[in-house]
Each structure stands twice: as structure tokens, then as C-alpha cells.
């Protein structure tokens, strides 16, 4: 770990204006995922903004029938408010198949989403990473690649975004938002927050230097059966091969994203519309043109019966 | 004591307190944190510095080029030590590759550098400032294209050179069988993934080095040490009185211990250090990967008449094979056999024993070749395995298995499990979306003799304290030596104190091979007979006939209390327990039967073990309750072993891949249901003294293959590489509706 200073900031835009105003500085929320990349010197920040104080910890219903979660509300808070588990099944269900108890009640919701690949190379500081090291190389391209994209990678990087909860986001539409150090804020959709690797494999979100998350909100319940249906070797504590958030509506149509497959949630209207024709219609067309490797082209049959049993489960639980 | 024939009646028969459940006497240390493990030895030494460890960024080649400079600058350094200024060291005899690499790098992560400041947050910052250049050569770091040259190894010959071990014609039996099987099976390389890192404190009196690690085997530790930095093995003292966990990584001395010493020398003052969890699965041992080869031949009707099982495993140069092939020597009868090993030189970081070395790997094929034999023979797989029972050792039929109740864990396991509710045809047994599957597998593992020594003092108030340089790795050892001395002394289990792990104390046969408890107990058993010999000779008794039963010792109709012995001053008895020839005319093993039952998700063909079912028989069961913890742990390694681990190796820079506990996944909680273990009654008086033999390997062998049955019971999809995972059988499910 490299020395850094440390600050605690007592409101968003002066947390913006003190990370903004360092190059190399970092929030920190619940620092599951920073304090343990910072230790093997993956990650190097010099400075870190410590969020925790920002009063961004409260969930609450918007004027368009939605709801607001606060930047720091908890994996843990998230996942067992009432109005999440009534109207937005999905993201609870989501939660709680990700990380322990102990870590769902340090992580936070921005947190989760910014988490970084659990790519085994990009954790190994002698292996070429493009993410991890801009130009060095992809070592997992041609190596063990089991856990890895199998779409909307690139020449530069195959690893795949970790977490569950940005996959429920992602069915369910869900807005970030943002403020800045000038405290200009902004509304970005989730389809829209996560990147593709592309060339630039080390710039994993739209957010600009500095920028920080201060909510992410819901719109308004879309009804439907909500399911997420995680695969993995074994039971617990393990991060998904693939997952499937869904939401059925009555008449067979819903929406569907995967996690475990990409570089972010995967999700696509078009596909969605093949839902009445049955979960192969949907991921050949979701799936179309995926670049599996050896290792892991189990995943496109997988994906398939994954949905199967998640369309299975909307059938029949009431 | 020399144990030469089998034993009669003696005190420990009484099973007074041996033989009865009892918690550990060392738990309340340890669930109140005041157990000091490895790191933590704060009382002892309290001005150590920290240190941190450098592994090597290659898989092969050389170090051309190493700048301290930026390092030795940073805040806090108090030393670094590389291979250029730590002088002349020698290897262990347990090593097969030198400690602390440089120039010459023998695998990925092999230490390099050792870093000493004043916090360990210093001395992490520092490590990352030391730049190296190497040279990186190329390395053999694929074990089935090693394995295309590799030559034989091991074996049985008279005159020590590498063989294959026949009895009768395998060839022709085997040609001529009218049932058989000629398979492929592989295992994948393993880590021991125990909780505590590889620690160590080391701390330098003038020429004396005491250092405090957590390590399995004290004396051959601290052999090793003294010769790895060339002093005499007197100079040198091992404590280690708790251990989080071995099986087998810790059976040897490793660069934690090597660094430490060298870096409190360099430092001038205590050095601690812990192995950083990423470094492990490279920097220490692992189980090795097999590729194994097996053909049985059989009758109609069951007969085994030709049994062949070839393994193939990768080691550094002068490392061993994997002996996957042990078990086949011995556990089933057949009149024509042959096994042999072929052993490949490879680069990846050395291999070594891990929990049930040997018979672990290798039961996990052959008992899925088991099955798939029963299979074709139409049999019932528990019929076919009683069917080719045998009472002595196939390979020397002279030689008679002291105690084998192989039958009796199968029949009994088989009505408590349910064994006649099992569907023999596969893929049959739905409960909504999961396919359900039974499987049964064989344990088998040998026990084996170790000399090990003890001393026993009876002090005031009738005290009784054990000495001896044994270790408990969490297995209970404090609690069965406590047990074996209050039954010998007639006190209570808390009259006992018990120190364990310290090369001052007698040397004891170690953790290892499930031989600690069985042979250490023994150690223990014999210097507690001569302890009570000076009892009676204080007391003026005729030892012969003295009791010693409720804090009391007994003659006739004379009787003293125990402490008085002690008034006159303490009374201290050291002895060991030596073996004869006995395990050679008697082959001494433990058996068991594994019952699983798991179901497996028809969509996402996800497996999870539902049930499981251990019946064991390997003598006399010193306490229950820890050897209960035993088999279950053991267990859940072997799910672990079935399912998920597996040290993932990238042949182009010769590395194992997953090297920390998010990438090397072992069960969870959840993956783990109901267990249930069964001990039959047994006293194996062929063994020792106490009659009792190993039973913490046991647990693990074959639970594996009873796993991958129950999948194939579930599926109809046969999966021979291990771990069997989804994806293996996926596209072979049965089609969804």
C-alpha cells in the first residue's frame, strides 16, 4: 500500500471539489473493494474523500412514484427496506445472492456499483493488464478466462463487471445521479453508466474526474414477477458465472438482464420482445455475436437455461 | 517402550475417560483469543520488527538485475535481505527447492527478498519499491505435455530402481476378462488453503535462534532451519503451540520461517512475518495434479480378476510423484495386478503432501472407476465392492490386515443412508427442478507407525503435566493426550496440563499422515508407565499390581493418594513408544464407507450435495467428539475437492492463476448440509497400545468419488476430471420441457 492522505468531507460538492482538485485522489464510501485493491497496489491513490458523512444514507420515494437510495445507503438497508422487497423484488433478491452479510453491511450502493473486475489478472500486479495498467496487455486474452466476458469485450480486455445489484439496476431502469465540483448535477441511465472496455479497458464509467454519485433512483414499480437467479460453483460467496435479473409481467413479457457475461449489466429491448417465444429466442438475439473463449463458451448454453429456470420460477411462484 | 507384539489387556482398555467425548481443553483459549497462535507471541517478544516477503515475478529464468535502492530509502527499513547478502544457506532435507530464490528463480512467487521495518505497513510499502529485472526463461509448465516424456518412478523393485509392481499377468487377465473398464481420470492441482497464514516470529540470542511458527512437524522443522542457515540443529528452538490449520503445508519448514530468522540477523532484533495470502499458493506447496489411467477386468459375476492403475504427476527436479496409486495396491482382491507412477519435471512451484497424499487423489478415481464397473456388471456398486473384498494384502497374501471391517461400513452405512431407496439407472429421481442422485465411495487409508517420545511430570497436589514436542493443527491433540494421561493416572481430565509444540520437549511423531494422534498418545501411554512405576517405587508399592484410579494409587489393599507421591518432590518419567516388525506382518489400515446424496439443478446443472453419511472403522476412537470434528472437516474437503478447488495453472507464464480465497473457492456454509458420521467399535491391538489408529485422512478419502457417483446417479452424465463442475455436464443434462 502507498502512503496517501486522508480527508473526511461534510457535504457532496466539497467531496467533488477535494477529489477534482487532486489527480489521483479517490472517494471512499464502505471501502470493500478499494482498501483491499489499495493493500497489493492495484490501486494507488494518493489522497482519499472520505463520503461516509455526506448524509446521502436515506431511502426515499421520488414525485414519480419511485424511489431515491442515497449514494451510502448499505447492500444491507437496500436489500431489506419494505418498499424495495414489495415493489422492486429484483434488486433485494439481487443483494442478497452477492458478497456476506459483513460486507453487505459496509458496502454501499454507489460502492456496489463502481466495484472493480475480479479479474484474477488484474489483481496480480506482475501480469499485463490493460485496466489496471493502460497499454501493458491483456494476459487473460489466451489465459485462464472461465470467469470472463463472453460479450462486449475487446482485443484490450475480456473481464466482466462483479456485481449483482447493477444487474437488478439494470432491469428495473434506474437513473445515477450526480454532482460535481461546480455543483453541476446530473441524471445518467444506467444503460448508459458502465462502459465497454473498447481501447480504453481503465475507464469503466461515464462519470467525469471527480464526479460523485449522490443517489441512484428507481422509477416507478413496473409490477410484474421480479426474480434473480444466480449461478455459481458453490453456494455462497462466490461471484456469479452467470446471472439473470427478470421481471415477468402476466402476459409472458418482461424484461431480462445478465451479469457474468460483460464488462456491465447486459440488457437488450429487442431481445426482450422474444420473451413470449421462450428464453432461447431471447439470449440468441441477446447473445448474438458473442466472442466466448475456450473457457467459458459454456456460459451461452448457460445463460439460456438460467433464464429458462428464471422464467420457470416467475411461472409458478405467486 | 517397544511395541512388538500385539497388546494385551492394559489401563487404557478401562475407558474411563479414552474413548469418551470430551471438548477441547484448549477451546476456551481459543474462542476467547488468548490462544496465541504463530504471529501473536506479543508476551514472549515484544520489540519485533515486521516483515514482509518478495516473491518472484516469473515463473523461470534469473534475476538480472535487483535495485534496493528506492526500498532501503522508505520510511521505517530497518533491513532487506535478498539472496546476495543473506550468505551461504543449505536446503532441508524436506525441500526440493530452496527457499529463498535468486539469481535463479525456480517458480512464480519463490521468495526473493525479505523486507524488515519498523510497522508492517512499512515494510509492505518498501517491498514495492525493490525493482527487478529479470530474464525469463522458458519453464514446463504444462503437466499432460511433461507428462508425454515422463519417466517411471517409484514402485517396489529390489533393487530400487523405479518399476512397475505386477502380480500375476495383467495383460492376459485382462485381455481374456469378459467384463471391463479402461479409463482416463484426472485431479486437479490443490492448495491446503488453511486459515493461518504461514507465520513466523524469529528472535537471535548470540548464536541462538528461537523462532515461534506454525508448523506441523517440530523436529523436522527445526532440523531443516539449522540446516538451511547452517548451524548446529542444538541452536535452534521451534515453538508452536497452536496452529490454525496445516494439512500437510506445514509439514515442512518454509520461507517464513527461513525469512524471519534471516531478517531478524540482518535487523538486529525480533522480526515477524506473515505470508500475504496471494503469495501462498505459489511461494509454499500444494497437492499435485494427477493423471491417472485405470483398467479393471472382471468375471460375469463380479470377480476382479485384473486390476491396472497408472498416475502421472509433475515435480521440481528431485521432487516425488503423487502416489495416487497406493490405494490399488491394496484394497480390493484380484489375482492379476499392476500399478506404477510416472513422474514429470516441471516448473510450477514444488508439490508435496497434502491431507491424505496419495490415497486422497487417487480414491477419487478409483472409486468412480468402482462404479463404473458396477455398472457394467449390473451390479449393485456396494455388492460389487463386498464381492472383492479381501482380508489380506493382495500384492503379499501372507500378510493379513490387522483389523479390516470394510464390509460392515458398507452394510451398515448402506441401511442407515438408504442405500435401497437409490435408483440404479441414472438420471431417474426428480424433486422439482433438481435431479437427484445417491453415491457411495470407499475410504481407505494406512496407518502408519511413528517413534514418538514424551515426558510426564506428577507435581504438587497431583498435577499431572505432558511434555512432548507434538502439535495441535486443530485436530484435538491437547484433549486425547490429556485424556491418555488421565486414564493412565486415574485423575481427572482437568488434573492434566498439556504442552505441546516446543522443540525443547520430547520429540513426538508430528501431525501427519493421521498418524499424530494414535502414535503421540502412545508416546504419552509408555512415559506415563514408567511415571507410574516411580509412583509405586515412592509410595513403596509393588508396581505390578498398582492401580491408579480415582486420584488414588492401589495395591493390594494398601492405598495412597496420587499427589502424595509428589510431596517429596516432583516425579518426572520420559519415554517413547518404538515400533518392531508388526506393520510388516500385519498390514495396518483404516477403512471407511461415503454416502452422498446431492441434488443437481436441471436447468443450470449447478450441484449441491444435499446429504452425507460416514461410517468408519480404524480402531480405537480415543475421543468421539474430536473425531467426530475430524471426519465431518474432512469431509467438507472433500466436497470442496469434488466441486470447486482447483489451483488453476496458466501454461504461458507458469503460474497458478487463482492464487487467494476469492479465486481458489473451498465450501462455504452453505455448501455443506446434514453430515453424519458413524464409528464402529474396534480396538486394534496390532497398532499400539492405545489400539487406536489415524482417523482424520480417512474422512477425506473417497469422499470425492462418493460425490461424483451421486452426480452421475443424478445425471447420467460420467465426469472423470475433477472438479466436477457445471459446465462439464451442462450440454449432456437432460433436455428442459
Not at chain 1, 448457460?302 to 416467475?314: C, D, F, I, K, Y
Given at each position: 500500500?502507498?502512503?496517501?492522505?486522508?480527508?473526511?468531507?461534510?457535504?457532496?460538492?466539497?467531496?467533488?471539489?477535494?477529489?477534482?482538485?487532486?489527480?489521483?485522489?479517490?472517494?471512499?464510501?464502505?471501502?470493500?473493494?478499494?482498501?483491499?485493491?489499495?493493500?497489493?497496489?492495484?490501486?494507488?491513490?494518493?489522497?482519499?474523500?472520505?463520503?461516509?458523512?455526506?448524509?446521502?444514507?436515506?431511502?426515499?420515494?421520488?414525485?414519480?412514484?419511485?424511489?431515491?437510495?442515497?449514494?451510502?445507503?448499505?447492500?444491507?438497508?437496500?436489500?431489506?427496506?419494505?418498499?424495495?422487497?414489495?415493489?422492486?423484488?429484483?434488486?433485494?433478491?439481487?443483494?442478497?445472492?452477492?458478497?456476506?452479510?459483513?460486507?453487505?453491511?459496509?458496502?454501499?450502493?454507489?460502492?456496489?456499483?463502481?466495484?472493480?473486475?475480479?479479474?484474477?489478472?488484474?489483481?496480480?500486479?506482475?501480469?499485463?493488464?490493460?485496466?489496471?495498467?493502460?497499454?501493458?496487455?491483456?494476459?487473460?486474452?489466451?489465459?485462464?478466462?472461465?470467469?470472463?466476458?463472453?460479450?462486449?469485450?475487446?482485443?484490450?480486455?475480456?473481464?466482466?463487471?462483479?456485481?449483482?445489484?447493477?444487474?437488478?439496476?439494470?432491469?428495473?431502469?434506474?437513473?445515477?445521479?450526480?454532482?460535481?465540483?461546480?455543483?453541476?448535477?446530473?441524471?445518467?441511465?444506467?444503460?448508459?453508466?458502465?462502459?465497454?472496455?473498447?481501447?480504453?479497458?481503465?475507464?469503466?464509467?461515464?462519470?467525469?474526474?471527480?464526479?460523485?454519485?449522490?443517489?441512484?433512483?428507481?422509477?416507478?414499480?413496473?409490477?410484474?414477477?421480479?426474480?434473480?437467479?444466480?449461478?455459481?460453483?458453490?453456494?455462497?460467496?462466490?461471484?456469479?458465472?452467470?446471472?439473470?435479473?427478470?421481471?415477468?409481467?402476466?402476459?409472458?413479457?418482461?424484461?431480462?438482464?445478465?451479469?457474468?457475461?460483460?464488462?456491465?449489466?447486459?440488457?437488450?429491448?429487442?431481445?426482450?420482445?422474444?420473451?413470449?417465444?421462450?428464453?432461447?429466442?431471447?439470449?440468441?438475439?441477446?447473445?448474438?455475436?458473442?466472442?466466448?473463449?475456450?473457457?467459458?463458451?459454456?456460459?451461452?448454453?448457460?445463460?439460456?437455461?438460467?433464464?429458462?429456470?428464471?422464467?420457470?420460477?416467475?411461472?409458478?411462484?405467486? | 517402550?517397544?511395541?512388538?507384539?500385539?497388546?494385551?489387556?492394559?489401563?487404557?482398555?478401562?475407558?474411563?475417560?479414552?474413548?469418551?467425548?470430551?471438548?477441547?481443553?484448549?477451546?476456551?483459549?481459543?474462542?476467547?483469543?488468548?490462544?496465541?497462535?504463530?504471529?501473536?507471541?506479543?508476551?514472549?517478544?515484544?520489540?519485533?520488527?515486521?516483515?514482509?516477503?518478495?516473491?518472484?515475478?516469473?515463473?523461470?529464468?534469473?534475476?538480472?538485475?535487483?535495485?534496493?535502492?528506492?526500498?532501503?530509502?522508505?520510511?521505517?527499513?530497518?533491513?532487506?535481505?535478498?539472496?546476495?547478502?543473506?550468505?551461504?544457506?543449505?536446503?532441508?532435507?524436506?525441500?526440493?527447492?530452496?527457499?529463498?530464490?535468486?539469481?535463479?528463480?525456480?517458480?512464480?512467487?519463490?521468495?526473493?527478498?525479505?523486507?524488515?521495518?519498523?510497522?508492517?505497513?512499512?515494510?509492505?510499502?518498501?517491498?514495492?519499491?525493490?525493482?527487478?529485472?529479470?530474464?525469463?526463461?522458458?519453464?514446463?509448465?504444462?503437466?499432460?505435455?511433461?507428462?508425454?516424456?515422463?519417466?517411471?518412478?517409484?514402485?517396489?523393485?529390489?533393487?530400487?530402481?523405479?518399476?512397475?509392481?505386477?502380480?500375476?499377468?495383467?495383460?492376459?487377465?485382462?485381455?481374456?476378462?469378459?467384463?471391463?473398464?479402461?479409463?482416463?481420470?484426472?485431479?486437479?492441482?490443490q492448495s491446503h488453503a488453511m486459515m493461518?497464514p504461514?507465520?513466523?516470529?524469529?528472535?537471535?540470542?548470540?548464536?541462538?535462534?528461537?523462532?515461534?511458527?506454525?508448523?506441523?512437524?517440530?523436529?523436522?522443522?527445526?532440523?531443516?532451519?539449522?540446516?538451511?542457515?547452517?548451524?548446529?540443529?542444538?541452536?535452534?528452538?521451534?515453538?508452536?503451540?497452536?496452529?490454525?490449520g496445516?494439512f500437510?503445508g506445514?509439514?515442512?519448514?518454509?520461507?517464513?520461517?527461513?525469512?524471519?530468522?534471516?531478517?531478524?540477523?540482518?535487523?538486529?532484533?525480533?522480526?515477524?512475518?506473515?505470508?500475504?495470502r496471494?503469495?501462498i499458493a505459489?511461494?509454499t506447496?500444494h497437492r499435485?495434479?494427477?493423471?491417472?489411467?485405470?483398467?479393471?477386468?472382471?468375471?460375469?459375476?463380479?470377480?476382479?480378476?485384473?486390476?491396472?492403475?497408472?498416475?502421472?504427476?509433475?515435480?521440481?527436479?528431485?521432487?516425488?510423484?503423487?502416489?495416487?496409486?497406493?490405494?490399488?495396491?491394496?484394497?480390493?482382491?484380484?489375482?492379476?495386478?499392476?500399478?506404477?507412477?510416472?513422474?514429470?519435471?516441471?516448473?510450477?512451484?514444488?508439490?508435496?503432501?497434502m491431507?491424505?497424499?496419495?490415497?486422497?487423489?487417487?480414491?477419487?478415481?478409483?472409486?468412480?472407476?468402482?462404479?463404473?464397473?458396477?455398472?457394467?456388471?449390473?451390479?449393485?456398486?456396494?455388492?460389487?465392492?463386498?464381492?472383492?473384498?479381501?482380508?489380506?494384502?493382495?500384492?503379499?497374501?501372507?500378510?493379513?490386515?490387522?483389523?479390516?471391517?470394510?464390509?460392515?461400513?458398507?452394510?451398515?452405512?448402506?441401511?442407515?443412508?438408504?442405500?435401497?431407496?437409490?435408483?440404479?439407472?441414472?438420471?431417474?429421481?426428480?424433486?422439482?427442478?433438481?435431479?437427484?442422485?445417491?453415491?457411495?465411495?470407499?475410504?481407505?487409508?494406512?496407518?502408519?507407525?511413528?517413534?514418538?517420545?514424551?515426558?510426564?511430570?506428577?507435581?504438587?497436589?497431583?498435577?499431572?503435566?505432558?511434555?512432548?514436542?507434538?502439535?495441535?493443527?486443530?485436530?484435538?491433540?491437547?484433549?486425547?493426550?490429556?485424556?491418555?494421561?488421565?486414564?493412565?493416572?486415574?485423575?481427572?481430565?482437568?488434573?492434566?496440563?498439556?504442552?505441546?509444540?516446543?522443540?525443547?520437549?520430547?520429540?513426538?511423531?508430528?501431525?501427519?499422515?493421521?498418524?499424530?494422534?494414535?502414535?503421540?498418545?502412545?508416546?504419552?501411554?509408555?512415559?506415563?508407565?514408567?511415571?507410574?512405576?516411580?509412583?509405586?517405587?515412592?509410595?513403596?508399592?509393588?508396581?505390578?499390581?498398582?492401580?491408579?484410579?480415582?486420584?488414588?494409587?492401589?495395591?493390594?489393599?494398601?492405598?495412597?493418594?496420587?499427589?502424595?507421591?509428589?510431596?517429596?518432590?516432583?516425579?518426572?518419567?520420559?519415554?517413547?513408544?518404538?515400533?518392531?516388525?508388526?506393520?510388516?506382518?500385519?498390514?495396518?489400515?483404516?477403512?471407511?464407507?461415503?454416502?452422498?446424496?446431492?441434488?443437481?439443478?436441471?436447468?443450470?446443472?449447478?450441484?449441491?450435495?444435499?446429504?452425507?453419511?460416514?461410517?468408519?472403522?480404524?480402531?480405537?476412537?480415543?475421543?468421539?467428539?474430536?473425531?467426530?470434528?475430524?471426519?465431518?472437516?474432512?469431509?467438507?474437503m472433500?466436497?470442496g475437492?469434488?466441486?470447486?478447488e482447483?489451483l488453476?495453472?496458466?501454461?504461458?507464464?507458469?503460474?497458478?492463476?487463482n492464487h487467494d480465497l476469492?479465486?481458489y473457492e473451498v465450501p462455504?456454509?452453505?455448501?455443506?448440509?446434514?453430515?453424519?458420521?458413524?464409528?464402529?467399535?474396534?480396538?486394534?491391538?496390532?497398532?499400539?497400545?492405545?489400539?487406536?489408529?489415524?482417523?482424520?485422512?480417512?474422512?477425506?478419502?473417497?469422499?470425492?468419488?462418493?460425490?461424483?457417483?451421486?452426480?452421475?446417479?443424478?445425471?447420467?452424465?460420467?465426469?472423470?476430471?475433477?472438479?466436477?463442475?457445471?459446465?462439464?455436464?451442462?450440454?449432456?443434462?437432460?433436455?428442459?420441457?
Open positions: 500500500m502507498k502512503a496517501f492522505t486522508y480527508e473526511r468531507a461534510h457535504d457532496p460538492v466539497a467531496a467533488a471539489r477535494a477529489v477534482a482538485a487532486r489527480p489521483g485522489a479517490r472517494f471512499i464510501a464502505g471501502g470493500t473493494n478499494l482498501l483491499d485493491l489499495m493493500k497489493i497496489e492495484v490501486e494507488t491513490p494518493v489522497h482519499l474523500v472520505d463520503v461516509q458523512d455526506l448524509k446521502l444514507d436515506r431511502i426515499e420515494p421520488t414525485d414519480a412514484g419511485g424511489l431515491r437510495i442515497g449514494a451510502l445507503v448499505t447492500n444491507t438497508d437496500l436489500a431489506t427496506d419494505s418498499r424495495v422487497r414489495r415493489d422492486y423484488g429484483v434488486l433485494s433478491r439481487a443483494i442478497v445472492a452477492g458478497a456476506s452479510g459483513q460486507l453487505r453491511n459496509k458496502a454501499t450502493t454507489a460502492g456496489n456499483l463502481l466495484q472493480r473486475t475480479r479479474c484474477a489478472y488484474f489483481y496480480d500486479t506482475n501480469m499485463p493488464c490493460n485496466k489496471r495498467k493502460p497499454g501493458s496487455g491483456c494476459a487473460a486474452i489466451g489465459g485462464i478466462s472461465r470467469q470472463l466476458a463472453v460479450i462486449g469485450s475487446s482485443d484490450k480486455c475480456i473481464a466482466t463487471h462483479p456485481s449483482d445489484m447493477a444487474v437488478a439496476m439494470r432491469v428495473l431502469d434506474a437513473t445515477v445521479e450526480t454532482v460535481n465540483a461546480i455543483g453541476e448535477t446530473r441524471a445518467i441511465p444506467i444503460a448508459d453508466f458502465h462502459r465497454l472496455p473498447g481501447d480504453t479497458p481503465h475507464i469503466e464509467t461515464a462519470l467525469a474526474p471527480g464526479e460523485l454519485i449522490t443517489a441512484v433512483t428507481l422509477p416507478k414499480p413496473i409490477g410484474g414477477k421480479h426474480v434473480y437467479e444466480k449461478v455459481r460453483d458453490r453456494a455462497s460467496y462466490a461471484f456469479a458465472l452467470i446471472s439473470v435479473a427478470a421481471v415477468i409481467q402476466p402476459d409472458g413479457t418482461g424484461r431480462v438482464a445478465l451479469g457474468g457475461v460483460a464488462h456491465k449489466p447486459w440488457r437488450d429491448e429487442a431481445a426482450e420482445a422474444e420473451l413470449p417465444r421462450g428464453a432461447k429466442a431471447v439470449t440468441a438475439k441477446l447473445l448474438a455475436g458473442a466472442k466466448p473463449t475456450h473457457d467459458n463458451a459454456f456460459k451461452l448454453p448457460l445463460a439460456e437455461r438460467t433464464l429458462a429456470a428464471a422464467m420457470a420460477e416467475a411461472r409458478t411462484t405467486a | 517402550m517397544k511395541f512388538e507384539t500385539p497388546e494385551g489387556a492394559n489401563p487404557i482398555d478401562r475407558m474411563n475417560v479414552v474413548g469418551r467425548a470430551h471438548v477441547r481443553i484448549d477451546g476456551p483459549l481459543k474462542t476467547t483469543g488468548t490462544a496465541p497462535y504463530a504471529y501473536e507471541h506479543h508476551r514472549e517478544i515484544a520489540n519485533a520488527a515486521y516483515g514482509y516477503v518478495v516473491g518472484a515475478a516469473i515463473g523461470k529464468g534469473r534475476i538480472s538485475a535487483i535495485d534496493l535502492t528506492k526500498a532501503k530509502a522508505a520510511p521505517g527499513v530497518v533491513a532487506i535481505v535478498t539472496a546476495d547478502t543473506a550468505g551461504k544457506l543449505g536446503k532441508g532435507n524436506f525441500n526440493t527447492v530452496k527457499l529463498l530464490g535468486g539469481p535463479d528463480i525456480d517458480h512464480y512467487h519463490q521468495a526473493i527478498a525479505i523486507v524488515v521495518a519498523e510497522t508492517f505497513e512499512q515494510a509492505r510499502a518498501a517491498a514495492a519499491l525493490i525493482r527487478v529485472d529479470y530474464a525469463r526463461a522458458e519453464g514446463r509448465f504444462d503437466l499432460d505435455e511433461a507428462l508425454k516424456t515422463a519417466a517411471l518412478t517409484g514402485g517396489d523393485s529390489d533393487d530400487g530402481k523405479p518399476a512397475v509392481d505386477r502380480v500375476g499377468q495383467f495383460d492376459q487377465a485382462f485381455a481374456a476378462a469378459p467384463v471391463k473398464l479402461d479409463a482416463h481420470y484426472s485431479t486437479p492441482d493461518e504461514f507465520a513466523s516470529i524469529a528472535s537471535w540470542r548470540g548464536d541462538e535462534l528461537t523462532v515461534w511458527t506454525s508448523n506441523q512437524m517440530i523436529d523436522w522443522g527445526r532440523g531443516d532451519l539449522a540446516k538451511t542457515l547452517g548451524m548446529p540443529k542444538n541452536k535452534v528452538r521451534l515453538v508452536s503451540p497452536y496452529i490454525g496445516g500437510g506445514k509439514l515442512f519448514l518454509r520461507s517464513d520461517a527461513v525469512l524471519a530468522a534471516l531478517g531478524a540477523r540482518a535487523a538486529g532484533r525480533p522480526v515477524k512475518l506473515a505470508l500475504q496471494p503469495l505459489n511461494n506447496t499435485p495434479a494427477t493423471r491417472q489411467h485405470i483398467r479393471i477386468g472382471a468375471t460375469k459375476d463380479g470377480i476382479i480378476t485384473a486390476i491396472a492403475h497408472d498416475s502421472g504427476s509433475g515435480d521440481q527436479p528431485g521432487g516425488g510423484p503423487e502416489t495416487a496409486v497406493n490405494q490399488t495396491k491394496k484394497l480390493y482382491a484380484g489375482a492379476n495386478r499392476m500399478t506404477s507412477m510416472h513422474l514429470a519435471e516441471i516448473d510450477l512451484p514444488e508439490g508435496n503432501a491431507r491424505a497424499p496419495g490415497e486422497a487423489p487417487g480414491l477419487m478415481a478409483l472409486e468412480i472407476a468402482m462404479d463404473e464397473m458396477a455398472e457394467k456388471l449390473g451390479m449393485d456398486p456396494i455388492a460389487f465392492r463386498i464381492k472383492n473384498d479381501t482380508q489380506v494384502d493382495p500384492e503379499k497374501p501372507g500378510r493379513k490386515y490387522s483389523e479390516r471391517q470394510l464390509v460392515r461400513c458398507l452394510e451398515d452405512g448402506a441401511k442407515r443412508f438408504g442405500w435401497s431407496q437409490r435408483n440404479a439407472k441414472p438420471a431417474q429421481v426428480r424433486g422439482g427442478r433438481w435431479l437427484i442422485g445417491m453415491g457411495v465411495a470407499t475410504a481407505f487409508r494406512d496407518h502408519m507407525n511413528m517413534t514418538s517420545a514424551a515426558r510426564v511430570r506428577l507435581g504438587k497436589g497431583g498435577i499431572v503435566t505432558v511434555e512432548t514436542d507434538m502439535t495441535d493443527i486443530g485436530t484435538g491433540s491437547y484433549t486425547i493426550i490429556a485424556q491418555t494421561a488421565a486414564e493412565m493416572m486415574g485423575v481427572p481430565v482437568n488434573a492434566v496440563v498439556v504442552k505441546l509444540g516446543d522443540s525443547d520437549f520430547p520429540v513426538s511423531a508430528g501431525s501427519g499422515g493421521q498418524f499424530g494422534a494414535a502414535n503421540a498418545t502412545a508416546g504419552v501411554y509408555a512415559a506415563c508407565v514408567k511415571l507410574r512405576e516411580a509412583v509405586a517405587q515412592r509410595l513403596g508399592f509393588n508396581s505390578a499390581d498398582t492401580m491408579f484410579e480415582g486420584g488414588k494409587v492401589r495395591s493390594g489393599n494398601r492405598s495412597a493418594d496420587l499427589a502424595q507421591a509428589a510431596d517429596a518432590g516432583e516425579l518426572v518419567a520420559e519415554d517413547k513408544i518404538e515400533y518392531g516388525k508388526l506393520d510388516k506382518t500385519y498390514q495396518l489400515s483404516t477403512f471407511g464407507a461415503h454416502f452422498v446424496e446431492v441434488g443437481v439443478d436441471a436447468y443450470t446443472g449447478v450441484i449441491r450435495v444435499r446429504r452425507m453419511l460416514a461410517v468408519c472403522a480404524a480402531g480405537r476412537i480415543l475421543n468421539p467428539q474430536t473425531a467426530r470434528s475430524q471426519v465431518i472437516g474432512a469431509m467438507t472433500g466436497v475437492g469434488a466441486l470447486m482447483e488453476t495453472v496458466d501454461t504461458r507464464f507458469g503460474f497458478f492463476v476469492v479465486g462455504v456454509h452453505a455448501d455443506i448440509p446434514h453430515q453424519e458420521v458413524v464409528f464402529l467399535d474396534e480396538a486394534d491391538d496390532k497398532a499400539n497400545p492405545m489400539k487406536a489408529k489415524g482417523i482424520g485422512e480417512l474422512g477425506l478419502c473417497g469422499v470425492g468419488a462418493a460425490v461424483a457417483n451421486a452426480v452421475y446417479n443424478a445425471t447420467g452424465v460420467r465426469i472423470r476430471d475433477y472438479p466436477i463442475t457445471l459446465d462439464k455436464h451442462l450440454e449432456h443434462l437432460p433436455a428442459l420441457v
